[in-house]
């Protein structure tokens, strides 16, 4: 008798638990589904949107809204990516009806999103992330600019990276937005990291990442090509969207 109570006890104890595991995490999930967010993730130069899908399906389970754009990297100019593919991430973030619309970008759609931003704005609140930009150009195209393969393989933008003060990246006004800044000090390719200066992430020196008007600026061991999968990176990006700061 003593033994049938104490297994009617188990069970009962056992059922308690079960619902407040149920009731735990249906409130995690929804508050990871309550965001009235949007982030629109743009990849780099000679990438796909595929390079941004394990962040698209990180901030995706954190409850945001996605856009995962692709875009013609290498054979348009900067200016005409941004004035021609943002608005129509712009549109597809509108269908969800946002309060706040937030950029997650890699290498050159960093630079994209500034040059769309100098005539254009986001809903307040709202966040750009950008994962090693060129913010003030890359040795690298000043150095390889002039080789046909080079100009073959990045196009029209890859002509626009350059560290000179007429490049691009360093004619863009400051643009009024929360800007956080990730970027790496790891390189596999020791022949680039010859060519540029100081720390490095095998692209992109790690002091021309920068911006006068950042919020905030963080140095991670990653290289350049797969930065924006780095699990560092995937919680830092979320932190930032959420805080306006990197976690420390």
Not at 43 to 65: A, N, V
Request: charged fraction near 20%; charge should be positive; glycine fraction near 8%.
């Amino acid at each position: 008798m003593k033994i049938l109570k104490l297994k009617h006890k188990t069970f009962y104890l056992s059922f308690i638990f079960l619902v407040m595991l149920i009731f735990t995490s249906c409130t995690k999930l929804y508050s990871f589904t309550a965001k009235n967010e949007c982030v629109i993730l743009l990849h780099g130069m000679g990438r796909t949107s595929f390079s941004m899908k394990k962040l698209d399906k990180f901030l995706s389970g954190r409850g945001y809204k996605t856009v995962n754009l692709g875009y013609p990297s290498t054979r348009e100019s900067i200016a005409a990516i941004a004035e021609k593919y943002i608005p129509q991430a712009i549109d597809r973030c509108n269908e969800f009806q946002p309060g706040k619309i937030h950029f997650v970008t890699h290498s050159l759609g960093g630079i994209i999103v500034r040059q769309y931003l100098q005539n254009n704005s986001l809903p307040s609140g709202s966040r750009v992330v950008m994962i090693s930009p060129p913010n003030k150009g890359s040795e690298l195209a000043d150095y390889m600019k002039d080789f046909w393969l080079y100009k073959w393989i990045n196009g029209p933008a890859g002509q626009e990276l350059g560290t000179g003060p007429n490049s691009t990246p360093n004619i863009l006004n400051p643009v009024n937005a929360d800007i956080g800044i990730i970027t790496g000090n790891k390189s596999f390719n020791p022949l680039f990291s010859q060519l540029i200066p100081g720390p490095d992430d095998g692209k992109v020196s790690v002091k021309r990442t920068k911006l006068k008007e950042m919020q905030d600026f963080i140095v991670i061991p990653a290289s350049h090509t797969f930065i924006m999968q780095n699990s560092i990176t995937l919680k830092q990006v979320s932190y930032f969207l959420a805080n306006g700061r990197f976690k420390r």
